[in-house]
Structure formats: structure tokens, C-alpha cells
């Protein structure tokens, strides 16, 4: 099922979304201080291209320079990502079928403003049951 919703998710969107990341990480490359921006750009794009199926879970340990990159990623590329994901949640919802994929593009905002601090882990993953609520009750 996360394939054909990965799949579903790439053709409406989010090849031109991981396409934007790309090119704003291509740009923030080009200074010395927004490389660590270029970097999370690219971990970005990936998140963006096939989404379903990875966590987004915050690093408990981050601290201060993780706060200080984020307020440089907003300044440089955020704010400019933030509005083409809600200009590709508006076109994804034109669809029925885009509706899903307009919440999941609107429901990335938050880690697209701000991604330092934040570890993407695939749901298979060992760690994830114990980074997330996944965690089973007895």
C-alpha cells in the first residue's frame, strides 16, 4: 500500500516538490555557511519524493546550533518551500484523489519550516518504536 501511495504521492507532486528542494539545495551550496542548509535540502528532497512510509521524529539532544540553523534554513529556502508546498497542496486538491496528498503536502509544512533537530527513519526501522508512539501497550 505504500508503494502505490508513494507512487500516487510522486506523479501529483512530488517529483516538482524534491525538485525545488534540489535546486535550493544546489543554491545554499554555493556559501560556505549554508552548506549545512544545501545538506538537509538534499535529505529533504528525499523525504519529499517518497514520503509514505518514513518518520519524521525529533532528536532529543538538539539543541542550540540545531535552533541557530533553523532560524538560517527559514531565512534562505524555508519560507520560499513553505509556499510551494501549500501551492502544490492547492493543486493536489483540485483532485478527489489529490486530496490525500494535499493533507500530507500541507501536513510536511512544520519540517520544511524547520528540519534541523528532526531524524527521518523509515517505519521498518528498529528505532522507530522507540522514537515514536509506536511503542506497544500492554
Known amino acids: 500500500m505504500r508503494t502505490l501511495l508513494n507512487v500516487l504521492w510522486l506523479l501529483l507532486g512530488g517529483i516538482w516538490l524534491a525538485a525545488a528542494y534540489f535546486v535550493a539545495g544546489i543554491i545554499a551550496c554555493l556559501l560556505i555557511i549554508t552548506i549545512p542548509v544545501g545538506v538537509a535540502s538534499f535529505r529533504m528532497a528525499r ?8 518518520l519524521v521524529v525529533r532528536q532529543p539532544n538538539a539543541g542550540a546550533g540545531s535552533a541557530i540553523m533553523n532560524f538560517i534554513w527559514f ?64
Not at 81 to 96: G, M, P
Not at 118 to 138: C, F, G, N
Open 47 to 54: 523525504y519529499v519524493l517518497w514520503p509514505f512510509g518514513t
Open 75 to 138: 531565512i534562505t529556502v524555508g519560507w520560499l518551500l513553505v509556499v510551494v508546498h501549500v501551492i502544490t497542496a492547492l493543486t493536489q486538491a483540485v483532485t478527489i484523489v489529490g486530496i490525500a496528498n494535499a493533507v500530507v503536502s500541507l501536513m510536511m509544512i512544520p519540517v520544511t519550516a524547520f528540519p534541523f533537530g528532526k531524524e527521518l527513519i523509515d517505519r521498518d526501522d528498529p528505532r522507530a518504536l522507540y522514537m515514536t508512539s509506536l511503542v506497544p501497550t500492554r
